[in-house]
């Protein structure tokens, strides 16, 4: 199964930090997901690379920091230092976005691109090559506990066969995360769509059992991605039969 669950420490208890990331890894998270506002480019403020040099300690798996800032180049460096393993940013907050995934590379981290519900994914013509991330947004970013927005994904869809036709051609996975509103009830049809990483915040953290609610939202990202090997197996399948077909009435 390709999948990564990656609670966001934005519904986290922050009197408790540590202990609530080492709960929530030690539950079955994948990954940490750490979301960072600066009142400018979104409005609300949170945290920054001290508190991610804090929780590094506290944990092995990968710190994925989502920056929601302008300008973004400043952070980079201090974000790595201080022990992100993923940094992703928004194209409309970088006055040059090549470069800004070549620093974000040459700090050592994995380098992701971030859409808007309203962001068009024209970007990737230009930069997939760089990427090693794509995160759609199904909410507007900003706050927590938002609604999942329902046309995130056919856009998760159009995303997922740009990647795989990028994979295809030069044999690099690029993964796909969603971020807003993921929940149990609705991330088999999010995993269904394309996506192969999950950022839920209020929906794990909220939740009086971790491990269960993880357990649970893989079980229901392993059923959708099974069924979606499954149409596409007998799709390709229909394929061949059509061609052996042509080639028999030729």
């Given amino acids: 199964m390709d999948c990564r669950i990656a609670p ?6 922050f009197a408790r930090l540590g202990e609530e990331v080492r709960n929530v890894v030690a539950a079955g998270a994948d990954w940490i997901h750490f979301d ?11 945290i920054g690379p001290l508190v991610c040099e804090a929780i590094r300690p506290h944990v092995e798996v990968p710190i994925d920091v989502h920056l929601m800032v302008e300008p973004v180049d400043g952070l980079v460096p201090l974000f790595a230092k201080a022990g992100a393993n993923v940094i992703s940013f928004h194209p409309e907050a970088s006055r040059h976005v090549d470069r800004t995934l070549g620093l974000i590379r040459d700090s050592g981290c994995k380098a ?8 068009p994914l024209d970007w990737l013509d230009h930069v997939l090559d760089k990427l090693d991330l794509v995160l759609l947004m199904s909410v ?18 159009a995303a997922r066969a740009r990647l795989d036709a990028h994979e295809q051609a030069s044999g690099r996975r690029v993964w796909l995360e969603i971020d807003g509103g993921v929940r149990v009830d609705n991330i088999g049809v999010i995993a269904a769509a394309g996506a192969d990483t999950f950022v839920a915040g209020s929906a794990i953290f909220g939740a009086k059992d971790y491990r269960a609610t993880i357990a649970a939202m893989k079980q229901a990202v392993a059923a959708a991605q099974e069924e979606r090997a499954r149409v596409a197996a007998a799709q390709a399948q229909a394929a061949e039969d059509a061609r052996r077909e042509i080639y028999r009435g030729a």
């Fill in 112 to 119: 992701g691109l971030v859409f808007n519900p309203a962001t």
């Fill in 8 to 13: 966001s420490i934005l519904s986290a208890d």
């Fill in 140 to 157: 507007n970013p900003g706050f927590g506990g938002q609604s999942f927005i329902a046309t995130a994904l056919a856009k998760l869809a």
């Fill in 36 to 46: 960072v506002m600066d009142n400018h480019y979104v409005p609300n403020l949170t």
